[in-house]
């Protein structure tokens, strides 16, 4: 069931969600987001209303610094930020769910492209660039008491017909978190977390199912 509120700046460039799990196809020709729940347990907001401040990512006041609740959720945000790539304040322009860009954190992953952590206005954002070779930026919200509770991650696929499937899952975790479990069409996926996040590259052409953590 669809439940973010999504909004596109550019084909094969940026999607920005209010989503557990966002889905980017990978692949110039477009790129597509579906929402999915990243646990078992989740509980998806009501959708707003039409004309409420809701819908709009770009209506919340920017933060000066991260929120409580997140800190301590994340320790990942208790280490000093290096902000996000010049490059990449212009390209995303206004911030996001009151995102504040110069407090990014670089997530410690070993995958293709780079990923932050982010801290906004009840929210946090994980944020790509040059995920499996691809151009774009994406950026994948959510509020602050789901992403503390069963943390946050987005998922890359190549798109349907590429000659060589491929799928890539990157996570931030809350503290505590020892493994990821990547739930697929009956097939479970077992992901370690290291230095609080989890990254999951494999040759499956479908997005998880959902994704539970232990």
């Known amino acids: 069931m669809k439940v973010s509120s999504t909004v596109t700046r550019r ?19 477009g790129s597509t987001d579906d929402s ?22 770009y209506a919340l006041p920017v933060i000066s610094r ?8 994340f320790a990942l945000l208790r280490k000093p930020p290096e902000g996000l790539p010049p490059a990449m304040h ?6 996001i769910f009151g995102s504040n860009w110069n407090l990014a954190r670089r997530i410690p992953v070993k995958a293709e492209g780079t990923y932050w952590l982010v801290p906004g206005n009840g929210h946090l954002c ?28 987005a998922t890359s696929i190549t798109p349907p017909n590429a ?3 491929a799928r890539l899952i990157v996570g931030v975790a809350p503290d505590g978190t020892r493994e990821a479990l ?22 499956t052409p479908h997005p998880a199912d959902f994704i539970s953590l232990r």
Do not use: N, Y
């Not at 991260?66 to 959720?73: D, E, I, K, M, T």
């Not at 212009?90 to 911030?95: D, I, Q």
């Open 163 to 165: 000659p060589h499937p």
């Open 126 to 153: 994980l944020i790509s660039q040059g995920v499996m070779g691809g151009p774009g930026i994406s950026a994948t919200c959510m509020k602050t008491a789901p992403a503390t509770a069963h943390g946050i991650a």
């Open 90 to 95: 212009r390209f995303l322009r206004r911030p």
């Open 36 to 57: 999915r729940s990243a646990t078992t347990k989740s509980a998806h907001a009501p959708a707003a209303k039409p004309g409420s401040r809701a819908e709009d990512p």
């Open 11 to 29: 084909i094969c460039a940026v999607s920005l969600s209010l989503t557990l799990l966002a889905i980017v196809v990978v692949g110039c020709g």
């Open 182 to 203: 990547v739930h697929t069409r009956g097939v479970v996926a077992a992901v370690p977390v290291r230095g609080a996040a989890f990254a999951l590259r494999d040759s």
């Open 66 to 73: 991260v929120q409580p609740p997140q800190l301590s959720a």
